[in-house]
């Protein structure tokens, strides 16, 4: 079912307060649009009643797949590993077998929406997008910002990675082979197995794939 708040937001442009819903939990059972709007973005749009300014606005908001068996929690710009909500765990004590995530951008969640709709593992992905990274901060002399994975190719066997570079985020995309995806998924198997068993919904980032890649690498 589709929850929503309502609650006054000001205009930025003519500063008229007006009554808007703002949608906090979907699924996608309920709501065969939802996933396309977040993917186009119209989802976060808000609109002035007034004087028709359009704005973005991102606020929560929990996305639930059941026939994909995956939850994803939006809370921008969350900072934490692993957010872990009692209320939401009593409500799906008996969905225990679903992988759970918060992220902390629209960004990462249309990544993760689109990895476990294609069944993959998305702690495989971001060990390689690790890697990736480094070799492309190597090559280009660049900080790698942010990275997406955008299409997984086992025929082709090849993982493709949309990165953005440098103090103006400049895009860059890079192709590299779908070995370095399983190689990735072999250190998942073995090192984190246990890793979707805990409570909560967990961040897994760059961040969490340097820790993991740092204890990889300690135990070998
Ligand atoms: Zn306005």
Redesign the pocket.
């Known amino acids: 079912m589709s929850e929503k708040i309502s609650k006054y937001v000001g205009?930025?442009?003519?500063?008229?307060k007006s009554m808007t819903d703002i949608i906090c939990s979907v699924n996608t059972e309920d709501d065969k649009s939802v996933r396309e709007r977040i993917f186009d973005e119209s989802f976060f749009r808000w609109k002035?009643?007034?004087?028709?300014?359009e704005n973005k606005m991102q606020h929560p908001l929990l996305y639930s797949d059941v026939k994909n068996k995956f939850m994803v929690y939006f809370i921008p710009k969350v900072e934490r590993s692993r957010i872990y909500d009692e209320k939401l765990e009593r409500e799906f004590s008996e969905l225990s077998y679903i992988k759970k995530r918060v992220v902390p951008s629209i960004n990462a969640m249309k990544e993760k929406i689109a990895l476990f709709e294609q069944k993959y593992d998305d702690m495989a992905v971001e060990l390689a997008k690790l890697a990736v990274a480094e070799v492309v901060s190597k090559s280009t002399g660049q900080n790698v910002y942010e990275g997406y994975c955008t299409e997984i190719d086992k025929e082709e066997n090849s993982i493709t990675f949309q990165f953005f570079l440098g103090a103006d985020h400049r895009s860059y995309m890079q192709t590299t082979r779908y070995d370095v995806y399983n190689r990735s998924l072999s250190i998942v198997r073995d090192y984190y197995p246990d890793t979707d068993k805990k409570k909560g919904f967990l961040n897994i980032d760059k961040a969490w794939a340097a820790e993991a890649l740092r204890r990889y690498k300690g135990s070998v």
């Open positions: 205009c930025p442009m003519c500063g008229e002035c009643i007034k004087c028709g300014f």
